[in-house]
């Protein structure tokens, strides 16, 4: 019965113990992977001029994997709008987006997947399909229309 007071006791000590380890290292910036995206537009460096405060070091945007296909959305359309194209089951694809207006890119994948972006340039979007077949990524929300197609073989 002692022991398991004993085992009870430090317990409770060790929780108090993260507790208090853990709300001296919080800090009211938020951390990097809590705003990151892969849809999320390229971060600027903060900070103030002639403060003496150094700039924090910029974000490195990360390299395109694989195939890589650039878009720019202008006026509703997709410049890659009725293009087919060839990739391999498993092989990492690129989509440079480049747009006038913040949208969602719909993959009809297995998953479905839903790809948000801003407006102006953005990261690379990720995308790994796993299955062979047609997959239409398209235009949705506020605009609709076809992006590119993929033939996954």
Do not use: K
Request: net charge negative; glycine share 8%.
């Amino acid at each position: 019965m002692i022991r398991g007071y004993l085992t009870l006791l430090s317990l409770l000590l060790a929780s108090t113990s993260a507790c208090g380890a853990e709300s001296a290292s919080t800090s009211s910036s938020p951390s990097p992977s809590a705003s990151a995206s892969p849809s999320s537009p390229p971060r600027e460096p903060t900070g103030t001029a002639g403060t003496g405060a150094s700039d924090p070091a910029p974000v490195p945007v990360p390299e395109p994997q694989g195939q890589t296909f650039e878009i720019t959305i202008a006026d509703g359309d997709a410049s890659t709008a009725g293009e087919r194209v060839e990739v391999e089951v498993g092989e990492p694809v690129s989509l440079l987006v480049t747009s006038d207006v913040a949208a969602e890119l719909h993959v009809h994948s297995t998953p479905e997947q839903f790809l948000e972006f801003a407006e102006g340039v953005n990261d690379p979007i990720e995308l790994v399909i796993d299955r062979p077949g047609v997959v239409d990524i398209e235009l949705h929300d506020p605009l609709e229309g076809p992006v590119v197609q993929l033939l996954v073989q």
